[in-house]
């Protein structure tokens, strides 16, 4: 069974997000680390391996320095490292970025892809579902639960006030949430291997069936028009009703008046 | 000189950091107040092979080398020195004699499940009367048939009781040394459970409480012929190797002591306010934080150079790691002794209280410049080697 799991280096928001003067993001300011939901995509796959005898490849486009991921999970157990860097794949939005990770996918022979639901610092959750698309493999989202039955994946699916059972056919792409797990640690005796371990390294020439259209800021359909920081609430209006009737009818007429009710 | 950590060492700090402050920082205070010896965060270290950090992994360990090991020991303590001295006995007491002069029956028998973590070590030398006089020995190993019988007992062992091998010092005989009658001393692998090996009072101690510290009794204990350790006679070698490398675990201890401390005493400065400001706005409170992060530092380069000098004789055995490995224990436990104290300073009556790590912090910081040679002993060992 070949399982291959897709990983980001995002900036660490614990520490404070930080931003340019243009209002992008100063990833040179922060530390960077491994996504949550992909790092619990990568513990589940570890899992599949502890307990089928999966090969897992990890898989990351980025900048050189996204190497640091795939070393990290190396030493947390996963087999191979992929990097996909070149400089026309950057400024990649949802599109190009899904474009790029399947033509690097269609090199590789795979049971199961799996990515984290979405990145802490896009949010988007579009990249999985698209390389999935793009592959024109099933896909089950917001995954809580895998199990793995002869050439099945059978998943428990968050969704809403309740979940979903789904049952798919290998091949196809789990996306992940970082409740699915407690991802494990890394080993002393991993780190050493993964500093020395080869990471392959892919460009633009290395991506099968993709069109140079499709790829980069170029390839981008998603235009930025401008990114800022949350913006901070007002202070609101505090009411003290006399009596709970009072207030009910308080809030009724607010809502009345705003036309949520 | 590049005192640039490398890659894998940077990343193996960060792991072990991320460890201690998940796993490790938690329990802390409570196996401290209830004395309780942390078997869960064994069993997650054992999973996570930070029981064998410097064994080749031909014997179940990680393969690598001793700074990495001193890391995992310093990071552990900055948050709890009692799971600090529990690597540190394992690791420097019972692997690290095994690997260095066990047979290779020996290792597969002992060193494997102990770098696995499968096993827990523990080191029996010290006795009621011979503590920094090692030759003051009375347990006695007497030679019968196939056996060794062992009579006596070992006096504030850590990991005593919770350990399941245990190395074990007897004499086993008189040998004339430059005219003088001395005790040959020789060393034993000792398993838990061997018939006349039996645990006396736990110790009730001021520091690193939730570390089981134990006596161990002999009484007619009869172990295997094959469980001597190294040659017969070479005992006080053996202890006298395996407590340079021990220091070099007390010392990292030490260093976490100190570095959690600071740590915490930076972040206290910062929050607590008198007379309308910070007291980290205060000139003698940053002055005494200079001094104590540059002791800090200064303790943590003759930690990591006694380190690399051990894993410099493990490639070649001609060189002596003996006086590195006292100097970075001897300063790092006063270091330990100083920052603590000033840390439980900083944190005025707050740092009085149990509640408050620093107070655990000073208590467990005293023991670092007692046991595995005290600072006394250390100066000893240095000072020999100046007027030698």
Known sequence: ?261 | MDFTLPKEHEMARQLFKDFAEKEVKPLAQEIDQEHRFPRETVEKMAKYGFMGIPVPKEYGGQGCDTLTYAMCVEELSKVCGTTGVIVSAHTSLCIDPIMTFGTEEQKQKYLVPLAKGEKLGAFGLTEPGAGTDAQGQQTKAVEEGDEWVLNGSKCFITNGKEADVYVIFAVTGKVEKRGRMMKEISAFIVEKGTPGFTFGTKENKMGICGSATYELIFTDCHIPKDNLLGQRGKGFNIAMHTLDGGRIGIAAQALGLAGGALETTINYVKERKQFGRAIGQFQNTQFQLADMATKVEAAKLLVYKAAKKKDEYKKDPKVSYSVEAAMAKLCAAEVAMEVTTKAVQYHGGYGYIKEYDVERMMRDAKITEIYEGTSEVQRMVISAALLK
């Open chain 1, 1 to 261: 069974m070949k399982v291959i799991v897709c990983i980001k280096q995002v900036p660490d928001t614990k520490g404070g997000v930080k931003f340019n003067p243009d209002g992008t993001l100063d990833r040179g300011a922060m530390l960077a680390i491994m996504n949550p939901d992909d790092k619990a995509g990568l513990e589940a796959a570890l899992r599949l391996k502890d307990e089928y005898g999966a090969e897992v490849t990890v898989l990351t486009m980025g900048l050189p320095k996204a190497a640091d991921v795939l070393r990290e999970a190396l030493a947390m157990g996963a087999d191979k490292g992929i990097l996909v860097t070149d400089r026309v794949l950057g400024g990649a939005d949802t599109w190009a970025t899904s474009t790029t990770i399947a033509g690097a996918i269609r090199n590789l022979e795979y049971d199961l892809i799996i990515t984290g639901r979405q990145a802490i610092d896009g949010d988007t959750a579009q990249v999985g579902p698209q390389i999935a698309e793009h592959l024109d493999i099933p896909v089950i989202s917001y995954a809580q639960e895998i199990k793995i039955d002869g050439d099945k994946v059978i998943v428990k699916r968050q969704y809403d006030d309740r979940y979903h059972m789904l049952e798919a056919k290998m091949p196809c792409l789990i996306t992940a949430l970082s409740e699915l797990n407690e991802p494990r640690y890394m080993t002393p005796g991993g780190i050493f291997d993964a500093v020395n371990a080869e990471i392959t390294t892919w460009g633009r020439a290395d991506l099968k069936d993709v069109d140079d259209a499709n790829l980069g800021l170029a390839g981008s359909p998603t235009k930025i028009a401008k990114a800022s920081d949350k913006v901070r609430k007002g202070a609101g209006e505090k009411v003290i009703p006399d009596t709970p009737e009072d207030a009910v009818k308080y809030i009724v007429g607010k809502l009345d008046e705003k036309h949520v009710i």
